[in-house]
Nanobody
Framework: QVQLVESGGGLVQFGGSLRLSCAASGFPFSIYDMSWYRQAPGKERELVASITSADSSTKYADSVKGRFIISRDNAKNTVGLQMNSLKPEDTAVYYC??????????WGRGTQVTVSS
């Protein structure tokens, strides 16, 4: 069955770094556009970063540009998110997402990231 399993979340101090990883299985990973979303308490889920299947081009939310880097490894069916210079406002549950056109849309269960001040 389809699975997206996030890992790497945790508690980190202001200015620190974390690397999230998402392991995918049960679908043809290489043809899916992959993204990281996050949802903070009381807020809507928002797109953090995305990477395409075609040429691995990337997009970032303005709030994380220059601090976060998304990457993918099609041989290992994984997508990563390197998060640097973390701020308390980055505190949220981070979700991995895989999309293929408008037909298939898969989500992981999320991993908590907490940045202390």
């Amino acid at each position: 069955q389809v699975q997206l399993v996030e890992s790497g979340g945790g508690l980190v101090q202001f200015g620190g770094s974390l690397r999230l990883s998402c392991a995918a299985s049960g679908f043809p990973f290489s043809i899916y556009d992959m993204s990281w979303y996050r949802q903070a308490p009381g807020k809507e889920r928002e797109l953090v970063a995305s990477i395409t299947s075609a040429d691995s081009s990337t997009k970032y939310a303005d709030s994380v540009k220059g601090r976060f880097i998304i990457s993918r490894d099609n041989a290992k069916n994984t997508v990563g998110l390197q998060m640097n210079s973390l701020k308390p406002e980055d505190t949220a549950v981070y979700y991995c997402n895989g999309k293929y056109r408008r037909w298939y849309d898969y989500w992981g269960r999320g991993t908590q990231v907490t940045v202390s001040s």
